[in-house]
């Protein structure tokens, strides 16, 4: 037996770690969603300010957590020194999880609940944010079982492209594609723009958004 140790070899300069990335761009999509949501109610938080820093209280927003998530790694690449789209492929599946597990939250606390339907299926039954309970659209449940599939679709694709970014990208797809479709089963209330759902317009926005950069960066690559 050698009693020679080996040493290792300390990581190379510049490299990415993934956690802090993760970290650093999910903290600020959390204090984005937060913000955006206190500033859209700021009639009852001006009156409450402590309660705006109470997270888990529930009360995010979907748009403010892009802003805040591309913030983030606008912040990350600036220290890191690294390309944009190097680093958003980085935590294109942290952020699909979080996104899953923010709908599993929904579902434990009975947030971002569906819509009355007309059904004699007593599983359906979920109570309001007033504890009226009536059968609904399981959009926590349908988010879930989405947010899995679309981590299962990273994982599998995630690492067949060949452009940075492109991960991103995807995960930004599935991610606002999930929440527009069931936003618009969504019975909670909500702030409107015109007839539509303000979160339902974010989505779409977001979706679109991600989609012509997605296009234009596909155009003429092999993937």
């Given at each position: 037996m050698s009693d020679h140790k080996e040493q290792l070899a300390p990581p190379p300069q510049g490299e990415v770690n993934p956690i802090d990335a993760a970290l650093l761009v999910i903290a600020c999509a959390m204090v984005g969603a937060r913000a955006f949501?206190?500033?859209?109610?700021?009639?009852?938080?001006?009156?409450?300010?402590?309660?705006?820093?109470w997270f888990w209280q529930g009360g995010l927003s979907w748009f403010g957590g892009a802003i805040g998530m591309f913030v983030g790694l606008l912040i990350?690449?600036?220290i890191k020194r690294k390309p944009l789209g190097e680093l958003a492929d980085v935590v294109a599946v942290?952020?699909?999880?979080?996104?899953?597990?923010?709908?599993?939250?929904?579902?434990?606390?009975?947030?971002a609940y569906g819509r009355e339907i007309s059904t004699s299926l007593t599983i359906l039954n979920a109570p309001d944010l007033f504890g009226q309970i009536a059968p609904r659209w399981p959009a926590q449940l349908v988010g879930v079982l989405y947010g899995a599939s679309a981590i299962l679709v990273l994982l599998y694709f995630g690492n067949r492209f060949h452009q940075s970014g492109l991960s991103f990208l995807l995960s930004v797809l599935l991610i606002s594609g999930g929440l527009f479709g069931l936003s618009l089963t969504r019975g909670d209330p909500a702030?409107?723009?015109?007839?539509?759902?303000?979160?339902?317009?974010?989505?779409?926005?977001?979706?679109?958004?991600?989609?012509?950069?997605?296009?234009?960066?596909?155009?003429?690559?092999?993937i």
């Open positions: 949501f206190v500033g859209s109610h700021w009639i009852y938080y001006s009156q409450n300010i402590a309660e705006s820093l990350f690449a600036g942290p952020l699909a999880i979080v996104a899953t597990a923010s709908w599993l939250g929904c579902l434990l606390e009975g947030c702030l409107y723009y015109g007839d539509f759902r303000v979160d339902t317009v974010a989505a779409g926005m977001i979706f679109m958004g991600a989609l012509l950069v997605m296009v234009w960066r596909l155009r003429g690559s092999k």
